[in-house]
């Protein structure tokens, strides 16, 4: 199938124009607007000299224009490249030289930032600049890029208005959508999809939900997404989590496959009590959050409001997904019961979608890291040999089908994630998990996080989740420290929560469905959360800590 995302929204478009397809506080904008808008952009980054195949890097917080961007980018055949907000100058510098970034479009509030490295970017030639009441960028280019000398970043608002709608072109499933990985072991890397891999895999999961097959061609998205609209079904998708993280931008695209609306919240740190309103407000009937990270504080702000006698209207609320992290079961069977709706924990990575899921309904919520194995996934041994069920085997997760080709510009890397085993290619990330007996998967961990103690393995995420689960405890991460003995020993970097004090006899007292070996030998407290903006751990920063300790 050439099933190109650019010509799928066309589609979309051209059959329910009227509808809203994207709100960001008060403003709100139709799938007309949405698709005359990103036209015109794409003419701006076209008369700056962008063509099919250019990089055109998102330094933007969560906002109408975070997928007006990405809509441009694709009309013009261009390539994304998600950029996360709180780069700071090397970081940023990094990703648009490794990405050859020739565009990049950012918030007034991250200029300070741009201002530091635009000139430095070898290949950018146009700098946009989103207003959000912070100061315009007017330092520009001495050089070395292909525009005018000095001049500073352009003004979005001013590009729209400035130029025509780019004509409708041919495109294909050959395009590229760039995601760059959180880089929390190592340098971030850029997965390369194509767009034929990313909508069939994203959009085999949803329309059958409908009753709807798959479209024939991109042209035919729109005839499937008036078909589910008719049907009385409207979508209204909030991304709690970044849309410069997999799972923020994933499932929007899905919602907008369907015809729904993305509805983006306004605050640039994450606000559970905005986020509550605003799926009162707007009626959302689906979002999507990374775990627990996001869960806990939204299910605290739920028992503020209700013990206010102010309790939130979830009514409209059906669905919330989170991929990408541990979701505990405790912590989604609160959710079900003060929001009244299902959960989906979705296992999926940046190179990969559709490992596994999850489905907890109320009261029959599903055990933590417990899930379903995908149709196109396997858990296989080092020789390509499936892990037979309730073996109690290790293996790798593997996942066939729709996946990426790579990573740009590392082949040895994208060697070891994407590899030909028993003749079918696969994308491997390096989770490991159990085959239970009955065909469900355990998933284990991270292999780049293991820690090796004694000669034993230890997946980290196992040893976080009991530790979280302690009273007291707002967040954990778990890193293996040097020991003349055992190699490494398992070390807790734990942040209390507000108000509680916490020492390591106690939790290491609430651990006793925990193996021994398992335990944490060390235990440091800090006050700050050590995960990125998408909720991912970031466990170079929590290794430093505690070393620091």
Known sequence: ???????????????????????????????????????RLASALAGAGLGAGSKVAQY????????????ATFKLRAVPVNVNYRYTEDELLYLLDNSDAEALIFHGSLAHQVAKVIDRAPRLKIAIQVDDGSPHLTAGFSGGAEREAGRGAERYEELIA???????????????????????????????????DLFGTLAESVYPLYGQTMPENSRDAGTRAAAIVASGVNTVHLPGSPLMHGTGAFTSFQALFTGGTVVSLTERSFDPHEMWTTVARERVTQMAIVGDAFCKPMLAALRDAEASDEPYDTSSLGLVI???????????????????CF???????????????????????????????????????????????????????????HIPLGYYKDEVKSAGTFRVMGGVRYSVPGD??????????????????????????????????AVKL????????????????FGEVVTAVVTPAVGATLDGATLEAGLGGLARFKHPRRWVFIDEVLRSPNGKADYKLAKQAALDA
Request: charged content about 20%.
């Open 162 to 196: 400035a130029n025509d709608p780019m004509a409708r072109i041919d495109r294909s499933g050959d395009d590229l959508y760039f995601l760059y990985t959180g880089g929390t072991t190592g340098m971030p890397k850029g997965v390369m999809w194509r767009h034929e």
């Open 60 to 71: 933007l917080y969560n906002s109408n224009e975070y997928s007006e961007g990405v809509y």
């Open 343 to 401: 959960c989906l924990d979705s296992l999926g990575s940046s190179e990969g979608v559709g490992f596994g899921n999850s489905m907890s309904t109320p009261g029959a919520e599903t055990p933590t890291a417990k899930f379903t194995i995908g149709g196109n996934a396997a858990v296989l041994l080092d020789d390509g040999t499936p892990v037979a069920p309730g073996s109690g085997e290790i293996g790798v997760l593997a996942l066939g089908g």
């Open 1 to 39: 199938m050439d099933w190109n995302l650019a010509t799928v929204f066309e589609s979309v478009t051209d059959a329910i124009g009227d509808r809203t397809a994207l709100v960001c506080g008060e403003t709100r904008r139709s799938w007309v607007e949405f698709d005359d808008r990103a036209a």
């Open 432 to 465: 490991f998990a159990q085959v239970e007996a009955d065909g469900t998967i355990t998933l284990l961990g991270r292999g780049s996080v293991c820690i090796n103690s004694g000669g034993e393995k230890i997946f980290p995420e196992e040893v976080e989740e």
């Open 322 to 340: 989170s991929s990408g992290v541990m979701w505990s079961s405790e912590a989604k069977g609160e959710l079900m019961q003060r929001a009244g």
């Open 470 to 485: 302690q009273p007291g405890v707002a967040d954990c991460l778990c890193v293996g420290l040097p020991d003349e003995r």
